[in-house]
């Protein structure tokens, strides 16, 4: 038995030496988040400032490999609105680092926006426990990335945005390829040059960040620009939806201490009412800070207020002027003075 099992530790030996590279490895060789970076060579010998002073100056370079791809990202925030308005919804796919930034910007929104838990929502190769442990082998497979968009219920009135920092990840490939075929809308974020995006989706968003000060390590730089990413086109859409008014969170749901707080502070900024008379106002509309906010600027009632907002899709500016607006039609900054 021990002579067998060094005979097949040989063998296998010999294979590994002998064998022709797969088809991965000469993939992975050329992709950009798999380069070495020149500038951290000797991060392994560097002091802990040293290190510091590497990865910080490494960061440095996303926000503007981000700011290259701001007209690819108000395509996508476009088509994102445009499906929230027919009653659609979007889907983030990821895997990794990838996944568990999607699950994180939506599990964001309905606390900052007031949206249904279901009107963004993020699907992570693995499931549920890859979003507190890696399972590395579960991105292997195209097949699971298209049944976890046939799973999801996903219609052609959807978007799913796939979030790869390589591209090529095989899980996210699946579901952008099943989304397409559904007819839903598809969206892609990674880190590797356009001239190499061949993936056929309605929009790609290429931030380029170069190679990472640990090979092959996305969840740094590549991780970092994908949730700026992200950031931008859940924040962008929802305030085209009507969910800011000024710069301030207004459907915002006071589910703990802070964001009651928050709800009273907005009102109080808006109107110059003092802590109680805000309070005051709030529970007379049940907490809901636009109907508050409208009540007081256009001094109007509660059902009032609610016509005026219904008939402005949610927009405080328009409903507090008593206007319409009809999201099938033209953007509502036209209706603003700048």
């Known amino acids: 038995m021990r002579r067998l099992a060094r005979l097949t530790a040989l063998l296998c030996r010999h294979r590994l030496v002998m064998s022709k590279p797969p088809p991965l490895f000469k993939e992975l060789e050329k992709l950009a988040t798999e380069q070495r970076n020149p500038r951290s060579m000797q991060i392994d010998t560097a002091s802990v400032g040293d290190i510091l002073r590497i990865m910080s100056e490494e960061d440095r370079l996303v926000p503007a490999a981000v700011h290259a791809e701001l007209a690819y990202i108000e395509e996508a925030v476009n088509v994102i609105v445009r ?3 027919a009653g659609g919804r979007l889907f983030y796919a990821g895997a990794g680092t990838s996944g568990r930034l999607g699950i994180l910007d939506a599990s964001e929104c309905p606390p900052t926006f007031g949206s249904p838990p279901e ?13 507190f442990t890696s399972q590395e082998g579960a991105e292997d497979h195209e097949e699971s990335g298209a049944r976890a968009v046939q799973e999801a219920g996903i219609t052609p009135r959807d978007v799913v945005c796939g979030i790869a920092a390589s591209r090529r990840t095989p899980y996210v490939v699946g579901a952008v ?8 809308k598809t969206l892609f974020v990674t880190c590797t040059p356009r001239a190499g995006f ?3 989706v309605d929009v790609a968003m290429c931030p380029v960040v170069g190679p990472e000060v640990i090979m092959g390590s996305t969840r740094l730089k590549s991780g970092t620009a994908q949730k700026l990413v992200l950031n931008m086109l859940t924040t962008a859409s929802f305030i085209r939806m009507g969910k800011v008014y000024e710069n301030m ?6 589910t703990n201490a802070k964001l009651v707080e928050r709800s009273r502070r907005t009102i109080m900024t808006v109107t110059g009412l003092g802590y109680e008379e805000a309070a005051q106002l709030l529970r007379a509309t049940d907490g809901h800070v636009k109907t508050a906010l409208v009540m007081h600027l256009a001094g109007v009632g509660r059902e009032e207020a609610g016509t005026r907002l219904a008939r402005a899709s949610g927009f405080v500016r328009l409903a507090a002027l008593g206007e319409d607006y009809d ?3 033209a953007d509502p900054s036209a209706h603003f003075p700048h």
Do not use: H, N
């Open 83 to 85: 499906a929230f308005r």
């Open 177 to 184: 390829k099943m989304a397409r075929e559904i007819g839903a």
């Open 249 to 254: 969170m207004v459907d915002l749901q006071m």
């Open 198 to 200: 061949t993936l056929p």
């Open 327 to 329: 999201p099938s039609g």
């Open 119 to 131: 009107m963004v929502q993020g699907l992570i190769a693995g499931g549920r426990a890859a979003v």
